[in-house]
């Protein structure tokens, strides 16, 4: 455990000093400020106003700006450490790879998630000092889900890390897996496959295999109980899980594909070449 946490506390303060890292909190802080300076909270959309019309906003462009900076970022700083030659030193330190590994994981997730939520929770503190009702239960759900989703595409950023000899090929590896699942949600590629007449069974469960288009939906649920925006999918969805029950979903399954990409990451890791 000793090597886990040395791993985790240097991978957390090489990302305090990178310049990405600098970029990322600028980027989540600004859309806050943006969206203070905009007036978001003197607006109404569904009967939702204040910090609730606020963390509406933000969770959706979240959905967005989120995932392609945490593969981005994460591909590169690994597949770059691999060209750099730092493994072969790292690891001829007394450590475990295992221990290493993990520690990275551990070290960058807390690089990822901790600005992303700090950002909401300035903005909610900030709003309840000026008078504003504090949706808790929306900003602890949102919270929830951002842990969920930044875990899960952490997972997948060192599992194309593991694969990929060139940080250059492990970025258009990330763009192109963000790529996909952003056609993938119900606006394009679903849009095709529900021409070709396929089972409505089928497009539903395409669809919450992708872990943006699970995000997206839980955090309409929050908003929107009924799922009035999604059109008769809806009806797929609550019959089949409930509002409880997709919100377990949302939850947990991008959170354990994490954890299976990470522990495939790993597994190639190890039987891999390192240098």
């Given at each position: 455990m000793r090597g886990?946490?040395?791993?985790?506390?240097l991978d957390i303060s090489e990302s305090l000093r990178a310049r990405w890292f600098v970029l990322y909190s600028l980027v989540f802080g600004g859309i806050i400020v943006m969206l203070f300076m905009f007036g978001l909270t003197e607006s109404r959309v569904m009967g939702f106003t204040g910090l609730t019309r606020l963390l509406v906003t933000y969770i959706q462009i979240s959905m967005a700006v989120l995932p392609i900076f945490i593969l981005i970022t994460t591909v590169r700083s690994l597949a770059g450490d691999r060209e750099a030659g730092i493994y072969e030193y790292m690891l001829s330190q007394p450590i475990s790879l295992v221990a290493w590994y993990w520690g990275r994981f551990a070290g960058r997730f807390v690089a990822v998630f901790v600005p992303v939520f700090l950002a909401m929770a300035i903005a909610v503190l900030w709003g309840a000092m000026r008078g504003a009702e504090v949706p808790v239960y929306h900003f602890l759900w949102y919270s929830a889900l951002l842990l969920s989703l930044s875990f899960c595409f952490l997972g997948i950023g060192f599992f194309i890390s593991s694969l990929t000899r060139s940080s250059d090929v492990a970025q258009s590896a990330a763009f192109f897996v963000w790529?996909?699942?952003l056609l993938f949600l119900d606006l394009i590629l679903?849009?095709?496959?529900?021409?070709a007449q396929s089972a409505p069974g089928f497009v539903i469960s395409l669809a919450l295999a992708n872990p943006l288009q699970v995000?997206?939906?839980a955090a309409?649920?929050?908003?929107?109980?009924?799922?009035?925006?999604?059109?008769p999918s809806a009806w797929l969805i609550l019959d089949n899980f409930g509002k409880a029950g997709y919100l377990a979903w949302a939850l947990f399954y991008p959170f354990v594909l994490g954890l299976v990409f990470g522990g495939l990451g790993y597994f190639v890791f190890r039987r891999g070449d390192l240098p």
């Open positions: 886990f946490w040395l791993a985790t506390r790529l996909i699942l679903l849009g095709l496959i529900i021409r995000f997206r939906t309409m649920m929050l908003f929107d109980p009924q799922l009035i925006m999604l059109g």
